[in-house]
């Protein structure tokens, strides 16, 4: 395959994908809008011809434009394919143009769904991507408001440690160890720490923050 053969394709690839995304919108809009219909005409009270004569002549419609949409879009695809060979490749003969435009159509139609399916993957990452971004933003800032609060700094210091003891919370936050004492039990009595008991000193650790 030639360099320009293979910019033809690349292109026609893109742009038969495009359509094909266009094509798939309009038959959802096209569904949505007979589904309406349907519902519309066979909840009214007034009616001419019996619902099943009704469901047979929209569903005769709704496959007709359905057979239309899909003849424009493929002699829109072939087309366009057409005028990117004759940009790209400088062809002079329009019957040539006219052929080599529907076999290159015709061969890129399943790359094209395959680049569809890619970049909506791709979309769909970096739709993933932000909204972890926005999360983590959202974290960190609801982390700095409740952490000018002594009390949940104490989680903040117990996120980074295995387990601490009363007296190494008391010298890190520079707290008495009354204070830490009822902290730790208003974070006991709300599930954010456990207390092991069963070593001595106690040792903290955390259960829970309130910015997960």
Do not use: C
């Not at 360099?3 to 919108?25: G, K």
Request: glycine share 0%; aromatic share 6%; no cysteine.
């Amino acid at each position: 395959m030639s360099e320009e053969d293979e910019r033809v394709r690349r292109s026609a690839i893109r742009l038969v994908a495009e359509i094909q995304s266009a094509q798939q919108s309009s038959q959802f809009e096209v569904n949505s809008f007979f589904e309406s219909l349907r519902r519309e005409l066979f909840d009214s009270e007034k009616t001419t011809f019996s619902n099943m004569d009704m469901s047979r002549i929209l569903s005769r419609l709704q496959n007709l434009i359905m057979d239309l949409l899909n003849q424009i879009v493929d002699r829109v695809s072939v087309e366009a394919v057409k005028q990117i060979q004759i940009i790209l490749g400088d062809l002079k003969n329009v019957r040539e143009s006219e052929l080599l435009a529907e076999k290159t159509t015709s061969a890129v139609r399943r790359e094209a769904m395959d680049y569809r399916l890619n970049k909506y993957i791709q979309d769909l990452e970096n739709h993933i991507k932000l909204l972890e971004e926005r999360e983590s933003a959202r974290k960190k800032m609801l982390k700095n408001v409740l952490t000018r609060d002594k009390k949940y700094q104490i989680l903040a210091l117990l996120e980074n440690e295995k387990g601490l003891s009363y007296t190494e919370i008391s010298k890190q936050l520079s707290l008495t160890r009354a204070k830490v004492n009822e902290y730790i039990k208003e974070l006991e009595k709300s599930n954010l720490v456990s207390v092991d008991k069963n070593k001595k000193p106690y040792v903290i650790t955390l259960k829970q923050t309130l910015w997960l």
